[in-house]
């Protein structure tokens, strides 16, 4: 059902919500999970090896599970969840609902809208987006390089909190850089221990392309780049570094945060600024795309890489730290 390009459109999903209902169509749902790079294609018995069986049975609301049988030796029972280390496995939410709301997020669906559609209580819908805009800020700092010759790429810094989520230590720093192109949609979002000439060069070599002109909102020592051969580096690669000392502006930068601030105003949890601000820049870098929920499925795919045996099981992403608070929704098993 799911096809490999163009986005996927919000009648496919309510179509899976409905076929959920039978076995077969609940396998459909599983099918098209796996092509979506969520659920693993295959799952190593942990007993001997062996790839296990997707078999249906009543045991877990999703009625698959892998399954290793075997009478050789002392024989073995072995049965492990579909969703084990997956981006579903804390939630008692059903697939088709899960992915039905996960593109209610992508398209700005509110909270009040989602609620009613898929029956789910306020602190539920909350969790949720929270851990969305978590995916977002895993995205973000994974992107791609920006810029270009001749691209104007401004930098700029943000100091950050400890993430509802306990993210924040993890991520091994507490400054943000954020980078975006003047005039278009590429940006991208680092952390940093320190806003030092090492940090802000590394940075810069990692995530902007040669040729570009750098522009620096921050930076007070600019002038010691310079100093450190950055100059020699910018007559052999092109690549100009500017700093407000020079003349320069910083509009694209400062176009972000007036549009960041314009989002979060009636927020009033001051911690989820951060996340907020991963959830802004990830739109602007899909405002040019025509496929945003696809994209986000595969971001999710690529963050919360479902495992194919209990040895790649992960239990420091997004989807290890989440627990829904619906208990009417049929649960599965280990």
């Known amino acids: 059902m799911s096809e490999s390009t163009g986005d996927i459109k919000l009648r496919c999903l309510y179509r899976l919500v409905d076929m959920s209902e039978s076995d077969e169509g609940m396998l459909d749902v599983i099918k098209f999970c796996v092509d979506l ?26 009625r698959y599970e892998w399954v290793c049988r075997s009478k050789k030796g002392a024989g073995h029972h072995i049965t492990r969840s579909i969703r084990r280390g997956t981006w579903f496995e804390q939630s008692k939410l059903s ?23 898929l029956d789910l209580s306020p602190c539920t819908v909350c969790d949720w987006r929270g851990l969305f805009r978590e995916i977002c800020l895993e995205a973000c700092l994974s992107s791609p390089p920006i810029g270009g010759p001749g691209v104007i790429v401004e930098i700029d810094e943000c100091n950050f909190r400890k993430h509802k989520l306990n993210r924040g230590e993890r991520l091994g720093g507490k400054w943000f850089l954020i980078g975006v192109e003047r005039g278009g949609r590429k940006c991208f979002l680092r952390v940093v221990k320190n806003l030092d000439n090492e940090s802000l ?45 020079r003349g320069m502006h910083t509009n694209a930068i400062k176009g972000t ?25 990830w739109r602007k870098n899909q405002a040019d795309q025509n496929d945003h929920t696809r994209a986000f499925f595969r971001d999710i795919a690529r963050v919360c890489r479902p495992p194919t045996s209990d040895r790649m099981v992960r239990f420091d992403d997004p989807a290890q730290t989440f627990e829904s608070t619906e208990s009417d929704e049929p649960s599965t098993s280990g």
């Open 37 to 62: 790079g969520m659920i693993a294609d295959r799952y190593e018995c942990p007993k001997c090896g062996k790839c296990m069986v997707l078999t249906k049975t009543k045991r877990v609301g999703d």
């Open 95 to 117: 697939l088709a609902n899960i992915l039905l709301m996960t593109a209610f997020f992508v398209r700005e669906v509110s909270q009040n809208v989602i609620m009613n559609e």
């Open 201 to 245: 060069v590394s940075v810069i070599k990692s995530s902007v392309i040669l040729g570009s002109n750098v522009y620096i909102g921050f930076w007070k020592s600019h002038e010691s780049l310079e100093i450190e051969g950055y100059r020699h580096m910018v007559t052999d690669h092109s690549t100009n570094f500017k700093g407000t000392a």
């Open 257 to 281: 945060w007036s549009a960041i601030k314009k989002q979060i105003a009636f927020r009033t949890e001051p911690d989820q600024f951060d996340s907020y601000l991963a959830e802004h820049l």
